[in-house]
T-cell receptor
Framework: EDQVTQSPEALRLQEGESSSLNCSYTVSGLRGLFWYRQDPGKGPEFLFTLYSAGEEKEKERLKATLTKKESFLHITAPKPEDSATYLC???????????FGKGTLLTVNP | SAVISQKPSRDICQRGTSLTIQCQVD?????MFWYRQQPGQSLTLIAT?????????ESGFVIDKFPISRPNLTFSTLTVSNMSPEDSSIYLC??????????????FGAGSRLTVL
């Protein structure tokens, strides 16, 4: 059974203070690791897909990396508008469904 | 990318009643997915709805509790039947989006927040 564990559960940063969110996973035959952002009262919004170890993707202040066991979402010089819950999910084997972690609630204070 | 509209956005329901959530997509899609997001828990897939066939339910979810309709390629409904406080949750509709976001990426609606008293 695919499993995803995200840490920390919550993270408070000052504006400009860089940090990383962790997503550890176990999956049979990774077919994609996904990062989503979710704002209160909204559905998850797609950020990145990573497919193989060593792959990296960037978008503005966010950079996602992938190893065989975990993924990191690096946030460089965050701004208050980066405050949200960040969700990690995996798709494995012949399964079409995504298995999600519980998310990391990020708060960036001005 | 696909645009998904869900109704209602939120509702307060009485124990023992049923509520139907609607999901409308602005483009034709083969599969539509219904997820549940309980407080402090991860997004969990309830079922997959294909047009013209019975929905496929995940372990722990049954058709009598969560009947699903899929009358065409742009619309689906999820009913939460005989509700109890444990059904208080956010219910989300999603579709696979092969457009700008890339193949096999799920796009989600804004969700329907149900509170059962």
């Amino acid at each position: 059974e695919d499993q995803v564990t995200q840490s920390p559960e919550a993270l408070r940063l000052q504006e400009g203070e860089s940090s990383s969110l962790n997503c550890s996973y176990t999956v049979s035959g990774l077919r994609g690791l996904f990062w989503y952002r979710q704002d209160p009262g909204k559905g998850p919004e797609f950020l990145f897909t990573l497919y193989s170890a060593g792959e990296e993707k960037e978008k503005e202040r966010l950079k996602a990396t992938l190893t065989k066991k975990e993924s990191f979402l690096h946030i460089t010089a965050p701004k208050p508008e980066d405050s949200a819950t960040y969700l990690c999910a995996v798709r494995g084997g012949s399964n079409y469904k995504l298995t999600f972690g519980k998310g990391t609630l990020l708060t960036v204070n001005p | 990318s696909a645009v998904i509209s869900q109704k209602p956005s939120r509702d307060i329901c009485q124990r023992g009643t049923s509520l139907t959530i609607q999901c409308q997509v602005d483009s034709q899609v083969t599969m539509m997915f219904w997820y549940r997001q309980q407080p402090g828990q991860s997004l969990t897939l309830i079922a997959t709805a294909n047009q013209g066939s019975e929905a496929t339910y995940e372990s722990g979810f049954v058709i009598d509790k969560f009947p699903i309709s899929r009358p065409n390629l742009t619309f689906s409904t999820l009913t939460v039947s005989n509700m109890s406080p444990e059904d208080s949750s956010i219910y989300l509709c999603s579709v696979e989006d092969g457009g700008q976001t890339g193949a096999n990426v799920l796009t989600f609606g804004a969700g329907s927040r149900l509170t059962v008293l």
